[in-house]
Structures are given as C-alpha cells and as structure tokens.
C-alpha cells in the first residue's frame, strides 16, 4: 500500500511569507502528527490532529497551525516566516486502535529553506 | 522542547564489530521505539518495545527497555556499510501520536 505522501519536497521561502504544507496518510489511517527537525533541536512534535481535530499540541508559537480534512489528509501552515524556521518537516500517520510502534509511518518530509 | 538523552552522539567503527547505544529519561514511558533515517528520508523504524524488561530482537538489531521505564539500549551486532545513518530513541507516553526523541546518534561504518 501506498506510504505517507508529503509534499512539497523542498520549498524555498522569504521571510515573513507564510507557508502551507500537506501530508496525505496511509489509506485508513485517521491520526496525523506533524514534528519538526533540526540539527539544533532535533525532533520536536508540533501537534496531532485526529478526526479532524487537534489532539495533542507541541511547545510551538502560534505561528505554525494544522488541520485535518475529512478524508484524513492533513496540511500545516508557518505565518510570517522566520529564518529560524528553516527544517524538515516530518508527519507521521497512525491506524487509531494500533500500537503506536510499528502502526505509525513517517513520510519522507517537506525540507523547508527559508531566506 | 522535551528530548531524550541519547548517547554517544557519533560513533565510527570497523565493519564487522558491534555497536551499542542508549537512551535515558527523567520520565516514564509505555512504549519504547529506536528509528534509523537515512538523508533525505523520513525515520523507519527498527524496533518497538511496549514492556519494561522486554528485549526484542529484529536480525542483527536487539533493543531492550529498562525496568525502571526511563531508559532503554539498541545493539547492532556484526555491522555492515548499510548501517550508516543516524539512529534516533523515541518514547512515548500515551499521549496519543506524539512521540518524544532522543537527538540521535549517527553512526560511519568503515568498510
């Protein structure tokens, strides 16, 4: 079956521009988390959205948002970009009811540049 | 944010020998998971531990979780020039899908 499709794969933006990304789950899987990679930081979870609502949220401004339409496909937004927001942006989707180990799948990531 | 501290943060090795790395924790976890990203990819997972105590193995990969619940270790035995690529501990919580990682250990196999 078809793993988790993020897209794009490299964006370069200005600062202050926003940004939208999207992230399409494995068929049937309903929960979709979004986390952030640097080599600073590492691998920060931003927030999960199941069933079209948001479940658990990160440590992260008000900046970065996320929704998740019906069909589970889901899309993050950075306002007012920042150079600081330069990464790769990961999501991972989930089959509710499953082990969270070998259930929940990565997809390759959105590299994100921002100058 | 939150991070798991995982250790050593490199490691270079001849092809052939083992390599051992672990993951500490000031809180618990229900679950235990080691992830394996390449560049340019997203992590795969490798192995996923859901009991304190357990050890699983996946090939030449074994992987247990601490009885305390706050620390566990991956062992590659017998490495080869595949294994090149950074290797990160995961824990989760229950907390639906939000998963806290260690900052990786990246790991050169000299063939």
Redesign the interface.
Known sequence: KAGVTQTPRYLIKTRGQQVTLSCSPISGHRSVSWYQQTPGQGLQFLFEYFSETQRNKGNFPGRFSGRQFSNSRSEMNVSTLELGDSALYLCASSLLGQGIGYGYTFGSGTRLTVV | ?Q?LNQSPQSMFIQEGEDVSMNCTSSSIFN?W?WYKQDP??????LI???KAGELTSNGRLTAQFGITRKDSFLNISASIPSDVGIY?C?G?SG??????????TELSVKP
């Open positions: 944010g991070q679950t998971l340019g990819e997203g992590p795969v997972l996923a531990l859901y990160f995961a989760h907390q639906g899908g939000k998963l806290i990682f260690g900052q990786g």
